[in-house]
């Protein structure tokens, strides 16, 4: 079926000739990190995280949001998302291939991957982590794959693809909580510390996914004729706007617990982020607007006269997921490593060659989203 993907008009080859164009620069960046080390990036012995692994949490987030349309299609049969199932599906696959490429050029010798294969440690969350991501991106593929098969054929999926898209269901939420407690496990790291950061990341998750759905379903509509339906834009919007209040809910109970308690630890980076500490603010626009940005979108969300119009509905989608992709990402992040265990403040910035990797990463993931959903829209189109 993947020779549907090879025919398309001239906007398809220009979009995915840009693609490749960003993919060759990306590819060229990565050389020279690989040649010359991460001293090319603005990472260090302080801030060991940079945006290569901001950029993996928020993609674990819309991996595993394609749950949100799995699980009530075919645990509660809503057939208002059979059009776009396969579409969450395969946008898990590509957001879980991006997931493992950033993790690779995160590290210096990405060759010693390999070790977490070769001598597995169960007691590692990483190796937990990377267990669950490569399962999740091979259940997707290949029950998302086998549907698509059948319904060309005009045929019901075989019973054991419905038994990899059940054992998908509880494995979307193991990978955003395994992430978690990649994380939470970190005892030095006060902002990570917490217990509610699992849930916090599912809630983010489900938020930002399904808007991510929801500005996939419009740009398929308009691109390629394939319209899911204003019924499962809806049922999208309201899932991702509860989803929304629970993540906010999540965010203020952390600041509850920070300044009640007056425990410096825990109150140093919440003031880092949102206030600035000791003349040290490069964060505080970047976490305002994504609080205020979050929460009117919330508000569309929640509103159904806005949720019909489909200019506040594209625009509440899109911002929450900058809003997310902020607080997630960036904040989440490198606000974990400030200050360090010593008390001292160190500022990041990503440098251009950590920027450009990043770019050609995002496009590897959508030229395999692009050619996935190609195949897939065609099929539905023919069938």
């Known amino acids: 079926m993947i020779e549907k993907a090879l025919k398309g008009g001239r906007g398809y080859w220009t979009w995915i000739a840009f693609l490749l164009v960003v993919i060759g620069f990306g590819v060229t960046a990565y050389i020279r990190q690989l040649t010359l080390g991460l001293g090319v990036t603005g990472m ?6 940079g945006v ?42 590509s957001a879980a291939l991006m997931c493992m490429l950033f993790i690779l050029a995160d590290m210096g010798r990405p060759d010693r991957v390999l070790n977490v294969m070769l001598y597995p440690s169960p007691h590692s969350m990483v190796f937990w982590d990377v267990m669950v991501l490569n399962g999740y991106l091979f259940l997707n593929l290949i029950s998302g794959w086998a549907v698509l098969g059948a319904e060309r054929k005009g045929v019901p999926p075989a019973s054991w693809v419905k038994a990899l898209i059940y054992i998908s269901i509880p494995w979307a939420f193991s990978i955003h909580t395994v992430t978690a407690f990649l994380f939470a496990g970190l005892p030095g790291r006060h902002l990570w510390l917490t217990a509610v950061l699992a849930p916090r990341f599912l809630a983010s998750a489900f938020a930002a996914g399904t808007s991510i759905l929801i500005l996939l379903t419009f740009i ?7 319209d899911a339906g204003s019924e499962a834009r809806t049922k999208l919007a309201v899932l991702g706007s509860y989803a929304g209040l629970a993540n906010f809910f999540f965010l203020g109970t952390e600041f509850f617990t920070a300044f009640y308690s007056n425990i410096p630890s825990h109150m140093h980076t919440m003031q880092y982020l949102y206030f600035g500490l ?21 508000g569309m969300l929640l509103s159904p006269p806005l949720r019909r119009k489909s200019g506040a509905l594209v625009a509440a989608c899109i911002g929450m997921v900058v809003s997310i992709w902020i607080d997630k990402g960036v904040g989440l992040v490198i606000g974990g490593f400030t200050p360090t265990p010593l008390e001292q403040i160190v500022d990041y910035m990503p440098t251009s060659t950590e920027i450009t990797v990043t770019l050609g990463i995002w496009c590897i993931g959508m030229l395999v989203l692009t050619l ?4 897939a829209i065609t099929v539905k189109q023919q069938a």
């Open 220 to 226: 398929l509509k308009r691109v390629a004729n394939f």
């Open 278 to 298: 000791e003349g040290h603010a490069p964060l505080v626009p970047w976490m305002w607007l994504s609080l205020i940005i979050g929460l009117v979108s919330v």
């Open 372 to 375: 996935l959903l190609k195949t």
């Open 52 to 93: 290569y692994i901001a950029q993996f949490t928020f993609l674990v987030g819309v991996a595993a949001s394609a749950v949100m349309l799995v699980l009530p299609y075919y645990l509660h049969h809503q057939k208002a998302f059979s059009k776009i199932v396969i579409v969450g599906e395969f946008l898990a696959v």
């Open 44 to 49: 260090g012995r302080d801030i060991s995280w």
